[in-house]
């Protein structure tokens, strides 16, 4: 075992701990575009993950083309889910006070 086993074991700790703030956003958002938002970052966070994974198992070519495949799938998606709450939201176009419609029917 080497030195930088333990400072990778750690490393993953840290991530995994720096999870947890973002899983309160996933469940509790006010938003739909906050939970996606929270759920890319996990994504990003895992990615990286498994890359200290792979390099604490002697493996890290292996694992690093997980964490890429991972990490295309996660933004992949994450862009996916944008667009559908995209083109879902109702948007209200705003009024301009000056071009307002008049009270009687169609400007002459």
């Known amino acids: 075992m080497t ?3 333990p400072f990778l ?4 700790l840290f991530m995994f701990v720096l999870m947890l703030p973002l899983m309160y956003r996933v469940v509790l958002g006010p938003t739909a575009l906050d939970r996606i938002m929270a759920i890319n970052m ?3 966070k895992t990615a990286v993950l498994l890359v200290i994974i792979g390099q604490i198992f002697d493996r890290a070519g292996m694992f690093v ?3 890429l495949a ?3 799938l996660n933004f992949m998606g994450s862009l996916a889910a944008a667009r559908y709450f995209r ?3 109702q948007v209200k176009p705003a009024l301009n006070p000056d071009s307002q419609p008049e009270a009687g029917g169609q400007a002459a």
């Open 3 to 5: 030195l930088l086993h």
């Open 87 to 89: 083109r879902t939201r």
């Open 65 to 67: 083309d997980f964490a």
């Open 42 to 44: 996990v994504g990003t």
């Open 70 to 72: 991972y990490a295309l």
């Open 9 to 12: 074991v750690g490393t993953g």
